[in-house]
């Protein structure tokens, strides 16, 4: 499928969404399918302002060798952030399927959570604690995810939000990511009210 069909799906995915809008909800409908409106917190600000953050990642040779064995467990890496913030022992595995999968040596797409190796387990990104930068090899535009998800928003769709980064992997310039929230507790208890279930 290319690209062009995915964001018309899309596009009448989140279209469709719009004829729910301004309904009521029934008495006999259970609380938890009650969309939350979302609690307001930093990362509504990181997303919105459109700022680029630059991070730096550090992965040491011991962890990479752990990641070249299997790049689908979390290994330990640090991550600095317009050379003011660094967030040690953060959790970094590789994700992507056939087509966007790249090594660690080929402009990864990398999964980061803030606290799987963290003793502070209220730790967070921009409130964010799993996340992901996207390495968009599959769109050249950078775009398709960040204007899928607004087109989500816009039709009243619990959707993972979207901006850019740039990012050094271990002093290498890969240049720019998209940096995607991830589908996590986080994400279920800012978009839901009841944030159990499947």
Same mark, same amino acid.
């Given at each position: 499928?290319?690209? #062009?069909?995915?964001?018309?799906?899309?596009?009448?995915? !989140?279209?469709?969404?719009?004829?729910?809008?301004? *309904?009521?909800?029934?008495? /006999?409908?259970?609380?938890?399918?009650?969309?939350?409106?979302?609690?307001? %917190?930093? #990362?509504? /600000?990181?997303? /919105?302002?459109?700022?680029?953050? *630059?991070?730096?990642?550090?992965?040491?040779?011991?962890?990479?060798?752990?990641? &070249?064995?299997?790049? &689908?467990?979390?290994?330990?890496?640090?991550?600095?952030?317009?050379?003011?913030?660094?967030?040690? %022992?953060?959790?970094?595995?590789? $994700?992507?399927? !056939?087509?966007?999968?790249? @090594?660690?040596?080929?402009?990864?797409?990398?999964?980061?959570?803030?606290? $799987?190796? #963290?003793?502070?387990?209220?730790?967070?990104?921009?409130?964010?604690?799993?996340?992901?930068?996207?390495?968009?090899?599959?769109? @050249?535009?950078?775009?398709?995810?960040?204007?899928? #998800?607004?087109?989500?928003?816009?039709?009243?769709?619990?959707?993972?939000?979207?901006?850019?980064?740039?990012?050094?992997?271990? @002093?290498?310039?890969? @240049?720019?990511?998209?940096? $995607? /929230?991830?589908?996590?507790?986080?994400?279920?208890?800012?978009?839901?009210?009841?944030?159990?279930?499947?």
């Amino acid at each position: 499928m290319n690209w #062009s069909s995915q964001l018309l799906i899309a596009c009448i995915l !989140a279209l469709s969404g719009l004829s729910g809008l301004g *309904q009521s909800v029934s008495a /006999e409908e259970p609380a938890a399918a009650i969309k939350a409106k979302p609690k307001p %917190d930093q #990362s509504d /600000e990181f997303f /919105e302002k459109g700022l680029i953050p *630059q991070l730096r990642i550090e992965v040491s040779p011991e962890e990479l060798q752990k990641l &070249r064995q299997n790049n &689908r467990a979390y290994v330990r890496c640090s991550i600095r952030e317009e050379d003011k913030i660094t967030y040690p %022992d953060v959790a970094l595995k590789m $994700k992507g399927a !056939a087509g966007s999968f790249r @090594g660690f040596d080929d402009k990864p797409a990398l999964t980061l959570n803030m606290t $799987k190796f #963290s003793e502070n387990k209220k730790r967070r990104f921009h409130d964010l604690d799993k996340w992901h930068l996207n390495n968009s090899v599959q769109d @050249g535009t950078y775009l398709h995810e960040l204007i899928c #998800s607004e087109l989500f928003h816009a039709a009243g769709v619990p959707a993972a939000r979207v901006t850019h980064a740039r990012v050094w992997i271990n @002093g290498r310039d890969w @240049g720019l990511y998209v940096l $995607k /929230e991830g589908f996590d507790k986080t994400f279920l208890k800012r978009n839901f009210v009841n944030a159990g279930g499947s």
